[in-house]
């Protein structure tokens, strides 16, 4: 009676006995233990109050015993297959169906309401991606909801999130200055989280607040986009650079190492693995969207000249499982990447910028590799669907689906572009040791 099970996920109704047998006490057939709904879910149970308590003889009597025809005992039966019916059951099974069981979104459903707290969502949400080591995207949740928690510190229903609050949230992020692509973060973020209200029933279409301005619903703002691509003639300053420091030195090469790597992201080049190199190229996924499209495009980035002196400079020494770049070395989980990824980058993003003050230039990061090396390439009229393989974007459209992928002479070709400055990088006249 009671019972669930579908796709790792079950659930029994019990008589727990446990605050009684702990300390070895006998437990008495008179004693009144709590009925519980006891949900399991790879390996970790979570029990639910039914808010019933009943001795042995009126256990066994819910469960088809003699004593079935106690009034008391019926309407406990129908009360819970009432909510095992309406409720349990049919979340249990929404969530089993769709593949998006978390406990943190079992909780959010049983707790009924349309007045489910906002920030307790927030943070059940957090809690999820964490868990999947999805590291990166916890972070943007974390500071949309610092961003929310510092806007308005007291409890915020689902209820409360109209298209009036999300207008007066929009100003005062306005007012404390902070960019439209900051603004347009955090209210993507809020959407998600309402998005997900709104697939789990928490909320209806009706109450839900973003859409057509025209039609009353919220729109989330668009800021025009920072000029991000640097000229090719910077890029040779910055390269020619005289560092007055190693460690300026490494931030500037890991800087260069990513405009010519198809502007690929740190996040990306500090995993890559000499194993990830075959006939003197890169072979790797995006991180960022490999968990979040159905079709995974793999992406192939010549190891330039350029390229070779700078693994050989700064690398670490080849081998069948070691990193290419030393950073990640004696870490071995997600978190510990993240942190490790995140100093690197706030660490060329600090002297990066010292150099190009240095040289009279915008400030830059490392957001503007893969910019710059899109920008540059299609100025000099890279075909299109050439820089769409070269950075992971899935093609634009049904012509583009029918060119196959460039082969290796057309990807140096092409990357061989990027270079400032002709004949003056001295060429390396074999391939590195792990290429052979």
Not at 86 to 100: C, D, P, R, V
């Amino acid at each position: 009676m009671f019972k669930f099970n579908s796709n790792g996920i079950s659930l029994n109704l019990i008589r727990d006995v446990r605050n009684f047998t702990r300390d070895g006490r006998k437990l008495l057939k008179t004693d009144e233990c709590p009925l519980k709904w006891c949900t399991t879910f790879q390996r970790k149970q979570v029990y639910y109050s039914t808010g019933i308590n009943l001795n042995e003889a009126d256990w066994l009597a819910l469960n088809g015993g003699d004593g079935t025809k106690k009034a008391i005992i019926k309407e406990y039966r129908e009360t819970l297959q009432k909510y095992y019916d309406s409720t349990i059951q049919k979340n249990l099974k929404q969530l089993a169906e769709n593949g998006t069981f978390t406990f943190d979104l079992l909780n959010v459903r049983l707790s009924k309401s349309i007045g489910t707290d906002l920030k307790q969502t927030f943070r059940a949400k957090i809690q999820n991606l964490i868990s999947n080591d999805k590291i990166g995207n916890a972070n943007v949740y974390q500071c949309a909801l610092r961003s929310i928690e510092i806007y308005n510190d007291k409890n915020i229903l689902f209820s409360d999130i109209t298209p009036k609050w999300l207008d007066k949230y929009q100003k005062y992020m306005e007012q404390k200055g902070l960019r439209y692509s900051t603004i347009g973060m955090y209210l993507r973020t809020l959407r998600a989280i309402m998005n997900e209200a709104k697939n789990s029933n928490i909320i209806n279409s009706a109450v839900y607040p973003f859409g057509d301005k025209k039609k009353g619903k919220f729109e989330i703002p668009i800021g025009e986009g920072r000029e991000l691509s640097m000229e090719i003639q910077d890029i040779k300053k910055i390269a020619e650079y005289d560092c007055p420091s190693k460690t300026i030195e490494m931030c500037r090469d890991l800087w260069i190492f990513s405009y010519l790597c198809n502007g690929t992201n740190f996040g990306d080049i500090l995993r890559f693995k000499f194993s990830d190199i075959k006939d003197n190229e890169i072979y790797f996924y995006r991180k960022k969207t490999i968990g979040t499209t159905k079709k995974k495009i793999e992406i192939i980035a010549p190891i330039l000249p350029e390229m070779q002196m700078l693994i050989a400079k700064w690398g670490n020494a080849p081998s069948a499982k070691g990193f290419i770049f030393p950073f990640l070395n004696g870490s071995s989980t997600e978190i510990e990447y993240k942190a490790q990824i995140h100093n690197v980058i706030r660490l060329t993003n600090k002297n990066i910028k010292k150099v190009t003050k240095e040289l009279n230039l915008p400030d830059i990061s490392t957001y503007n590799c893969r910019h710059s090396y899109t920008t540059i390439l299609a100025k000099l009229r890279t075909p299109e669907s050439y820089i769409d393989q070269a950075t992971g974007h899935s093609q634009k459209s049904v012509t583009q689906g029918y060119i196959g992928k460039y082969n290796k002479k057309e990807r140096i070709k092409y990357n061989s572009l990027l270079i400032w400055s002709k004949g003056r990088i001295r060429t390396i006249n074999k391939n590195i040791s792990w290429n052979k």
